[in-house]
Nanobody, 120 residues
Framework: QVTLVESGGGSVQAGGSLKLSCVTS????????MGWFRQAPGKEREGVAT???????SYADSVKGRFTISRDNGRNTLNLQMNSLKPEDTAMYYC??????????????WGQGIQVTVSS
């Protein structure tokens, strides 16, 4: 059974930073597409950042230059460093994984999500 467990969320003031981590039972995260998504109240879920097998990363325009996705293969952990946070970053954040090494396409596994709240 594949599990993904997020941590590191919480409340922060605008301009602050948070680091999300996702510990997975997937020991081959280096071979898969991994990603972070978020969903704000009343809005659809959106992709935040992804990382492919070769290390290529992709970011939503709204977070470029502020968020950084990375992985620690030895610890089976996916990270999301979030800097210069804005109130519009407030959402439930989800870690996800694909069976594939490449990111285009639906994700196969999801964490339960963790709340991030940014106050102005």
């Amino acid at each position: 059974q594949v599990t993904l467990v997020e941590s590191g969320g919480g409340s922060v003031q605008a301009g602050g930073s948070l680091k999300l981590s996702c510990v997975t039972s997937i020991y081959t995260i280096s071979r898969r597409c991994m990603g972070w998504f978020r969903q704000a109240p009343g809005k659809e879920r959106e992709g935040v950042a992804t990382i492919e097998r070769d290390g290529s990363t992709s970011y939503a325009d709204s977070v470029k230059g502020r968020f950084t996705i990375s992985r620690d293969n030895g610890r089976n952990t996916l990270n999301l460093q979030m800097n210069s946070l804005k109130p519009e970053d407030t959402a439930m954040y989800y870690c996800a994984a694909r069976e594939s090494a490449y990111c285009p396409g639906p994700f196969d596994y999801w964490g339960q999500g963790i709340q991030v709240t940014v106050s102005s």
